[in-house]
């Protein structure tokens, strides 16, 4: 099956310092990829849909100049957190629907643990 | 817009004992629906899935109807197993995903 990695798996920070987050789609081209967020014990939080060409669209409550996101191709799309602060630290994933099946299906990556110190 | 609840957890079963997860979504078209479910320190994994009324996802053992009369789609089990402790997400999709709360499982021996 399609397969969706991201890197790094986990990142340790120090406070006021950016992180790149990478989600890359390895065996298809994804013009569209979804950004995610997870608290511990919590659901995901939709927090962003990357648009390969075009700029991300946030939700409600996101700040778009801390989470850049760049869809600079069909197989890659960049999360930086910017200024990145303690309360930054989460569990963030990305997700991306494969071929023309655009919105019934969608394969995760493995996620990113963040933490901010 | 399009939302997802999900029964809230934990819950807390014995080896074999029967499983149901309640699941309930409101959408203002014809989604997608989903279960994924999240093992311990793993990434998302599908479980099943059913794309339109009436259709069944099983997988594993696992089992959920897509019921568009009652906006539901409960993930049931005959019979669990130590294995299958995990976090479960209901999800629909439909321009975009939304997921339930998720609800957390565990299995004893």
């Known amino acids: 099956g399609a397969v969706v990695s991201q890197h790094p798996s986990w990142v340790i920070c120090k406070s006021g310092t950016s992180v790149k987050i990478e989600c890359r789609s390895l065996d298809f081209q994804a013009t569209t990829m979804f950004w995610y967020r997870q608290f511990p014990k919590q659901s995901l939080m939709l927090m962003a849909t990357?648009?390969?060409?075009?700029?991300?669209?946030?939700e409600q409550g996101v700040e778009k100049d801390k989470f850049l996101i760049n869809h600079a191709s069909l197989t890659l799309s960049t999360l930086t957190v910017t200024s990145a602060h303690p309360e930054d630290s989460s569990f963030y994933i990305c997700s991306a629907p494969p071929g023309l099946a655009q919105y019934n299906e969608q394969f995760f990556g493995p996620g990113t643990r963040l933490t901010v110190l | 817009g399009n939302s997802v609840t999900q029964m809230e957890g934990p819950v807390t079963l014995s080896e074999e004992a029967f499983l149901t997860i309640n699941c309930t979504y409101t959408a203002t078209g014809y989604p997608s629906l989903f279960w994924y479910v999240q093992y311990p320190g793993e990434g998302l994994q599908l479980l099943l899935k059913a794309t339109k009324a009436d259709d069944k996802g099983s997988n594993k053992g696992f089992e959920a109807t897509y019921r568009k009369e009652t906006t539901s789609f409960h993930l049931e089990k005959g019979s669990v197993q130590v294995s299958d402790s995990a976090v479960y997400f209901c999800?629909?999709?439909?321009?975009?995903?939304?997921f339930g709360a998720g609800t957390r499982l565990t299995v004893k021996p």
């Open positions: 990357s648009n390969e060409g075009s700029k991300a669209t946030y």
């Open positions: 999800a629909l999709s439909e321009e975009d995903m939304r």
